[in-house]
């Protein structure tokens, strides 16, 4: 296979992936989407960080995080917290309910691709991943 239609392939199979990925998260948990799935793991990862440093992140406008970041408050699963260092600064955090419906949601997700991951070798799953880690740390262009 040339190069290019390579490229093709992966961009069109990527796109699978991602619609998949979507559609399944509100299956896993309807209240949380796919963004508001990663958002949450971003501040559980990080023990709590600034809306406009989750924006950044992710290439997000910072409006849909705030929306994001809001609906997450209403449900009860983020809260915002004074930076002990620059008063100023509102830091994001978990909620124990959002720990709780993050760990939930992480079990059914893992439980799922691993599914669909079963009968790969392991030297399969190994290139995959390393693959998957290589292609996502190029970094992101504004």
């Not at 979507?22 to 960080?49: F, I, K, M, N, Q």
Request: proline residues 2%; aromatic residues 6%; glycine residues 6%.
């Amino acid at each position: 296979m040339e190069a290019a239609m390579a490229v093709e392939t992966i961009q069109r199979e990527m796109t699978v992936f991602a619609r998949r990925a979507r559609a399944s998260a509100g299956r896993l948990h309807p209240e949380l989407s796919l963004v508001s799935y990663t958002l949450l793991g971003h501040l559980e990862e990080r023990d709590g960080c600034r809306a406009t440093d989750l924006a950044a992140h992710y290439a997000l406008d910072k409006s849909t995080v705030s929306r994001q970041v809001a609906a997450l408050e209403r449900a009860g699963l983020v809260e915002r917290r004074q930076d002990p260092e620059d008063h100023r600064v509102q830091v994001l955090h978990l909620t124990e309910a959002g720990r709780h419906i993050l760990g939930q949601v992480t079990v059914s997700r893992r439980a799922a691709v691993g599914e669909r991951l079963a009968d790969w070798s392991q030297e399969d799953l190994e290139r995959f991943a390393g693959y998957l880690v290589r292609y996502n740390a190029w970094p992101q262009s504004g």
